[in-house]
């Protein structure tokens, strides 16, 4: 049976992703969609190097890489001043205390970015086991994130649902043995998600309990 829920951070809890996206767009002087958001989604869920490289490549020499990452920064910090969390999440984190689930949360990004925001959203207390970059020798979609969040709290892999917006999020969640969930957002529904157990476009649409069903009948773990 599910003993433990397991989430993404950057798009999947807080869609920081588009504000990203728009903040590149801005520092490009490009209207949002000019920059091809196929091939930028590529980059998501992963060390931000790709990505960078990617705006870079972009930008035609207009600026350099340092450039890139210090105005992206300060556009992307004002764009989420007032963070929301995604539709659904929070109902997942209430379900998941009253069912007497494991919350664990594993991220590409650094502790400071995500901890930032959970607590500005008053979720933090929700989870038990918190695994980011800081933690890790390789990030998604390296299995290493979910592997030692899985150890912190204390289940089986098989005992787990992770829940992912990125295909190199769903690639970790599934190296690692976890049953995955995907919610993609604006950027990462253009993405081929090959691999996965169950794929919702919000986490409004089905209840915790109804996808913990869902999840269990189809791999038969109850």
């Not at 989430?7 to 903040?23: H, K, P, R």
């Not at 539709?87 to 919350?103: F, M, P, V």
């Not at 502790?111 to 925001?117: A, I, K, L, M």
Request: charged fraction near 25%; charge should be negative; include cysteine.
């Amino acid at each position: 049976m599910i003993k433990a829920i397991v989430f993404d951070f950057d798009g999947l809890t807080v869609d920081t992703e588009y504000a990203l996206y728009e903040s590149f767009c801005d520092i490009l002087e490009m209207q949002p969609g000019k920059l091809p958001i196929k091939e930028y989604a590529v980059h998501i869920g992963t060390d931000s190097n790709s990505l960078y490289n990617f705006i870079l490549n972009q930008a035609n020499g207009s600026l350099t890489r340092d450039e890139i990452i210090e105005k992206s920064a300060v556009l992307h910090k004002a764009k989420l001043s007032k963070p929301f969390a995604r539709d659904g999440i929070e109902d997942y984190l209430k379900g998941a205390k009253e069912q007497g689930l494991k919350i664990g949360l594993a991220s590409s990004s650094y502790r400071t970015w995500v901890e930032h925001f959970l607590m500005e959203l008053d979720i933090l207390h929700y989870f038990d086991a918190i695994q980011t970059r800081d933690d890790v020798k390789k990030v998604k979609p390296d299995p290493e994130l979910y592997e030692n969040v899985i150890k912190l709290l204390g289940v089986y892999p098989k005992e787990a649902i992770a829940f992912e917006d990125s295909a190199n999020g769903s690639k970790a969640a599934l190296a690692a043995g976890l049953n995955c969930v995907v919610v993609p957002n604006k950027i990462t529904e253009h993405l081929p998600f090959e691999n996965y157990h169950l794929k919702l476009v919000s986490m409004a649409d089905k209840s915790l309990q109804e996808v913990i069903a869902s999840i269990e009948k189809s791999v038969n773990i109850l």
